[in-house]
Structure formats: structure tokens, C-alpha cells
């Protein structure tokens, strides 16, 4: 009798490490889905913030795109005057270059005969 209140003893330990193992894992599968909850969310958080600053972007470019207050079409003026002086540089720059292109082009079919 004594060798079977032995061997019952061992099973009951052994059946609780068992049930405490499986608790434990449980606490840790549990604790790691929060921490994917808490990233997942963080992520979340940063890509609203990037959306709704973008279109409060949209809505005060807009904004001010079609207000006639003087001092924004002042601005809107001295950034198309600048626009047309850089395209001129631009087109002065590239026809220079385009001439010098042909200058060489004939001097090196000149010395070639």
C-alpha cells in the first residue's frame, strides 16, 4: 500500500508541472500577442498620423491656391517670374551648349580631312 500512495504522489506531481508548464506557456503566448498588438498598433498610429498630415497638406495647399489675398498673389507672381527666368536660363544654357556641340563636331570633321 505504501508503494502505490508513492507512485500516486509522483503522478499528481507530475500532472501538476505538467498543468503549470501549460499555464505558463499560455502567459507567455498571451504577453507576446500583446506586445504584437502594442507594435502592430504603434505602426498603425504612425502611418494614420503620415495620411492625415498629408491631406491637411492637400487641403491647405488648396486653400491657398484659390485665395485671392494680395499678399498670396504677390507670391504667386514672384514664383512665375522666377519660373520663366530660370526656363530662359535654362533654354540660354542648353542652346550654348547645343552650339558648342556643333562647334566641335565641325572642328573635329575639319581636322579629320
Excluded: C
Excluded at 522666377?82 to 570633321?109: H, I, P, W
Amino acid at each position: 500500500m505504501k508503494n502505490k500512495d508513492n507512485s500516486r504522489k509522483w503522478m499528481w506531481w507530475f500532472l501538476g508541472i505538467i498543468l503549470a508548464m501549460q499555464l505558463y506557456f499560455v502567459r507567455e503566448l498571451l504577453a507576446v500577442f500583446a506586445l504584437f498588438i502594442l507594435g502592430f498598433g504603434a505602426i498603425a498610429f504612425v502611418v494614420v498620423a503620415l495620411y492625415m498630415l498629408h491631406q491637411g497638406w492637400a487641403v491647405a495647399v488648396e486653400g491657398l491656391a484659390a485665395s485671392q489675398h494680395p499678399a498670396i498673389l504677390a507670391t504667386k507672381r514672384n514664383v512665375n517670374s522666377m519660373e520663366d527666368f530660370v526656363r530662359r536660363g535654362a533654354v540660354a544654357v542648353f542652346a550654348g551648349a547645343e552650339e558648342l556641340a556643333k562647334r566641335a563636331f565641325r572642328a573635329g570633321s575639319a581636322t579629320a580631312r
